[in-house]
């Protein structure tokens, strides 16, 4: 008996295929709009806290220098980051469910 003769064929069905590839590039259109909402919440993290520190001296023994303020700007932008990834703010929930919405609408 012939092996090839006996195994099933498949064929495929183009809508399963379309709606496979539709699902496909929604989750991956929502992950690219969760990006861009926690991005924007650590963008706005970053910018308060850069309010916070702009009124903390540097300490007069160990700090200032022209390195301090470089190093400090990518510390605040590590700390709005690190606020983003907790959603501690919720702000990239909202913005996310807002553009999910909006492009919904289009």
């Known amino acids: ?13 183009p ?6 590839r539709a699902a496909a590039a929604k989750q991956a259109n929502e992950a690219a709009i969760g990006k861009v909402a926690e991005d924007f919440e650590a963008f706005f993290a970053s ?6 520190f702009s ?6 023994v160990t700090g200032g220098g022209e390195g301090e303020s470089m190093f400090r700007s990518l510390m605040i932008q590590e700390y709005g980051k690190a606020v983003a990834r907790q959603h501690s ?12 919405q909006l492009q919904e609408q289009q």
Do not use: C, H, W
């Open 1 to 13: 008996m012939n092996a090839a003769a006996t195994a099933p064929t498949y064929t495929a069905d």
């Open 15 to 20: 809508r399963a295929i379309a709606q496979a």
């Open 47 to 52: 910018a308060y806290f850069e309010q916070m």
């Open 55 to 60: 009124s903390i001296k540097p300490d007069p």
């Open 89 to 100: 703010l919720g702000i990239a929930d909202v913005v996310k469910r807002q553009l999910l």
